[in-house]
């Protein structure tokens, strides 16, 4: 079965670092395309960035400069990097491979989703 499995949340204050991987399993990891989304209120998400196969990327506005998403085929992981991180950058990040990618969704939606792990900026 696909599983979507996040490591790397956790406690930084403003400006500092994290970098959240996600390693898949079940699925054709060089046949997807990969991202990342983040709770921004009840259970909508927003969409943070994807990766295709081919290495295009797609960030949104605001992470644009400061996030940087990767992906690993040999391991079958994508990363995030998440450098200059501000308190708005607070929630919880979900690694998504969903049916389709809206900038908005419903949390662990349709498709594929991980568990989530919890990324908290202090100012």
């Known amino acids: 079965q696909v599983q979507l499995v996040e490591s790397g949340g956790g406690s930084v204050q403003a400006g500092g670092s994290l970098r959240l991987s996600c390693a898949g399993s079940?699925?054709?990891?060089?046949?997807?395309?990969m991202g990342w989304y983040r709770q921004v209120e009840g259970n909508e998400c927003e969409l943070v960035s994807w990766?295709?196969?081919?290495?295009?990327?797609y960030y949104e506005d605001s992470v644009k400069g400061r996030f940087a998403i990767s992906r690993d085929s040999a391991k079958s992981m994508v990363h995030l990097q998440m450098n200059s991180l501000k308190p708005e950058d607070t929630g919880v990040y979900y690694c998504a491979a969903p049916s389709f990618w809206p900038r908005r969704l419903r949390c662990r939606g349709p498709g594929n989703w991980g568990q989530g792990t919890q990324v908290t900026v202090s100012s």
């Open positions: 079940g699925f054709i990891f060089d046949d997807t395309i």
């Open positions: 990766v295709k196969p081919d290495r295009n990327t």
